[in-house]
């Protein structure tokens, strides 16, 4: 399992530049003209994480395997888009298939890169995408909710469940609201929403598009998105698209001097990774031994079994147990056998829940 993120945004505001960056590729032609990205392109990457070098280095690990991450850089939105405008049509589509939304936006100044809406204003090009995301989904929402608030009153109770859900979803993109606002809490009221694929159901993070010279600081557009996204409960991140595309085609070995160079202490994509993470509640466990040290992604309080399914079905269907160390404390013994003679590995049930870190071996029956 990896996570899924579809970097959308206005034309020309870096998407498809970010997109060549976190993959390494140059696969979505960057260019100087709207709609560049006619079809969606879709890059997988390994995500980072020191802690698999450690263990290959206990384990003395053939390979690391390192958990994917997913991105799809979806073409350009522009006003009239839920009526569709532009490639409006096409770009719903492909958002409603994502897990979460990076919204990308322009973040800097330059005369020589067209903006469609003729000035850059980060906060209004924000609200242009959230309110055409916002205007598809009430559409989709009235006509959908009619036929099963009929079916509610003749008392279908599983009709009752979905529009107890969709009532609240419903108000609040009426009053403006995106539909992520009346998300519930209870767990089978959000698998009900969930099952809905509201685009503005989706958690967003925002990532501020900057000069090179802002790369490290910010600068005062993104200090404007850094307070929006606040006031909404999203989290921003702060990136120089041509900086990323510049560190993605220089080896591992000189990629640390050059974002030294810049007083950068990372790069953009381990800080859209790390707030990815945190966006969906994912974690990492880990499988270590001769033949590989392997990094699996799990969803934030995902029980023992779940997590063994995760490797394989049979996994979780042949659950016995969990032999688990954390991460420090196999770090700290060097591996599995002095954390079993020190009395830290333990034997964990199906009702165990997963931490971020575990190092777990799954015993099943087949």
């Known amino acids: 399992m990896g ?20 993959t390494a590729t140059v696969n979505a032609q960057a260019a100087n003209y709207p709609f560049c990205t006619i079809e969606p392109n879709v890059g997988r990457v390994a995500v980072p994480d020191s802690r698999l070098d450690e263990l290959q280095k206990i384990d003395k690990a053939e390979k690391i395997v390192p958990t994917q991450l997913e991105f799809v850089d979806i073409a350009g939105l522009v006003r009239g888009a839920s009526k569709g405008e532009g490639l409006g049509n096409q770009f719903l589509a492909n958002i409603r298939e994502v897990d979460a939304i990076i919204h990308v936006l322009r973040c800097f100044e330059d005369p020589n890169v067209v903006h469609v809406e003729g000035s850059v204003n980060p906060i209004r090009d924000a609200e242009t995408v959230e309110t055409e995301l916002m205007l598809a989904d009430l559409e989709s929402m009235e006509k959908r909710i009619v036929p099963i608030q009929k079916k509610a009153q003749a008392g279908d109770k599983e009709s009752k469940a979905w529009v107890a859900v969709m009532e609240p979803v419903l108000k609040a993109l009426q009053d403006g609201k995106p539909a992520r606002v009346a998300k519930p809490e209870d767990a089978d009221a959000l698998k009900l929403f969930n099952q809905l694929g509201l685009l503005t159901g989706k958690p967003v993070l925002y990532v501020c598009n900057v000069d090179e010279g802002s790369a490290a600081t910010g600068n005062e557009f993104s200090k404007q998105v850094e307070e929006m996204a606040t006031k909404q409960g999203n989290s921003a991140v702060i990136i120089s698209a041509s900086i990323e595309q510049e560190i993605a085609q220089l080896p591992l070995s000189e990629q640390g001097e050059f974002l030294e160079t810049l007083g950068l202490k990372e790069t953009g994509l381990a800080r859209i990774i790390k707030a990815g993470y945190q966006l969906l509640g994912l974690e990492t466990f880990f499988t270590s031994g001769p033949k590989e040290s392997h990094a699996w992604t799990m969803h934030k309080g995902i029980l023992a079994p779940q997590a063994a399914g995760i490797i394989h079905s049979d996994f979780e269907r042949g659950f016995i147990r969990a032999e688990v160390v954390s991460y420090k404390d196999y770090i700290a013994c060097q591996g599995e056998s002095g954390a079993r003679e020190k009395g830290l590995l333990r034997q964990e049930g199906k009702s165990y829940i997963m931490q971020d870190g575990d190092v777990v071996h799954f015993l099943f029956n087949t």
């Open 3 to 22: 996570f899924n993120c579809g970097i959308v945004g206005l034309p020309n505001v870096g998407k498809s530049t970010l997109f060549n960056a976190l």
